[in-house]
């Protein structure tokens, strides 16, 4: 059968793992998957990803700085991409319409319950950050009942306009937003979705969130300890992950979306671990 094309999208693209994933994916479960990068130009999303579909293109994974234009560019959303505000799946249903889902959030949800065995139910969450890495991972968190999420970030207001967005999804009561200077107490989880370490620095959150029983994870991914990783261990955390399996996770569900077959995960990450 011959090899049906899938991409990745985005600006700047060269370091993307999605290739490599998504060819494993391929070899292990048979799937006749062709996957290769495309670096769109800053200000041409959108002709970037119609030219892939006309030419035959069957799906595209979408990621920075691209999400909500895909969305945006979507004749329909699914539920979890139309909540999330951006997507980082596309596909043409049957009639030809471009459809947007959005995997970020089932993402780093197995990660932490399937990989690690964090279930998240009844847990009191932190999550740092309210830009539109956490948007799209708090409604399938928020789906998995925790007792209570506080949304902390550097500017309150947009913490406060994500807990307003996603009340109904939780007991509004248990979703609350602060600044990093906030909260006092440790919790759970505590889950980093700023991009401060992409510019070498730490939200200033408090070491008071982090207790020996707490899990940390960071949706950023490193090959060493990341540095939001590394600043919890220093302040008496026993277990930290990083973003590695949810990207792994993300693109997992993706194929699922795309070809109605769930690739093995562990394998893949242990490859790309050992990088
Ligand atoms: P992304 O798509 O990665 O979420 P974003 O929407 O620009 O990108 O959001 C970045 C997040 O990281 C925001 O929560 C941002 O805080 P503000 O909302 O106050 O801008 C946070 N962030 C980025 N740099 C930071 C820093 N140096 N210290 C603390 N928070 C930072």
Same mark, same amino acid.
């Given at each position: 059968?011959?090899? #049906?094309?899938?991409? %990745?999208?985005?600006?700047? &693209? =060269?370091h993307s793992k999605s290739p490599r &994933? $998504?060819?494993?994916?391929? +070899?292990?479960?048979?799937?006749?998957?062709?996957?290769? @990068?495309? #670096?769109?130009?800053?200000?041409?999303? +959108?002709?970037? @990803?119609? $030219?892939?579909?006309? #030419?035959?293109?069957?799906?595209?994974?979408?990621? %920075?700085?691209?999400?909500?234009q895909a969305w945006t560019l979507a004749d329909h959303r699914t539920p979890r991409a139309e909540k999330a505000g951006a997507a980082n799946t596309l596909y043409l249903d049957k009639v030809q319409d471009l459809v947007a *889902?959005?995997?970020?959030g089932v993402g780093i949800v197995r990660d932490l319950q399937v990989n690690h065995g964090v279930s998240l139910k009844g847990l009191r969450i932190l999550v740092l950050g309210a830009g539109g890495a956490v948007r799209g991972v708090l409604g399938p968190i928020l789906a998995e009942q925790p007792a209570a999420l506080t949304i902390a970030n550097r500017t309150v207001a947009k913490a406060e306009a994500l807990v307003r967005l996603f009340a109904n999804d939780a007991d509004a009561a248990l979703?609350?937003?602060?600044?990093?200077?906030?909260?006092?107490? =440790?919790? *759970?989880?505590? &889950?980093?979705?700023?991009?401060?370490?992409?510019?070498?620095?730490?939200?200033?959150? =408090?070491?008071?969130? &982090?207790?020996?029983?707490?899990?940390?994870?960071?949706?950023?991914? =490193?090959?060493?300890?990341?540095?939001?990783? #590394?600043? @919890?261990?220093?302040?008496? @955390?026993?277990? !930290?992950? *990083?973003?590695?399996?949810?990207? !792994?996770?993300?693109?997992?569900?993706?194929?699922f979306v795309w070809r109605g077959m769930r690739p093995d995960t562990a394998p893949v990450i242990e490859e790309l671990r050992t990088d």
């Open positions: 059968m011959t090899n #049906q094309l899938y991409a %990745v999208v985005g600006n700047p &693209i =060269s &994933i $998504h060819s494993l994916f391929a +070899s292990q479960t048979g799937e006749p998957v062709e996957y290769t @990068a495309i #670096q769109a130009p800053v200000d041409d999303f +959108s002709g970037a @990803a119609r $030219h892939f579909f006309e #030419q035959g293109g069957k799906g595209l994974n979408v990621t %920075v700085p691209f999400k909500e *889902d959005n995997t970020d979703l609350t937003a602060c600044g990093f200077d906030g909260p006092d107490q =440790s919790f *759970d989880l505590v &889950i980093n979705g700023t991009s401060a370490s992409l510019q070498g620095d730490l939200p200033p959150a =408090s070491a008071k969130v &982090i207790g020996p029983d707490t899990v940390v994870y960071d949706m950023m991914y =490193s090959l060493q300890t990341t540095t939001f990783n #590394q600043w @919890a261990l220093d302040n008496g @955390a026993r277990r !930290v992950y *990083d973003g590695l399996g949810m990207l !792994v996770e993300q693109a997992a569900e993706s194929f």
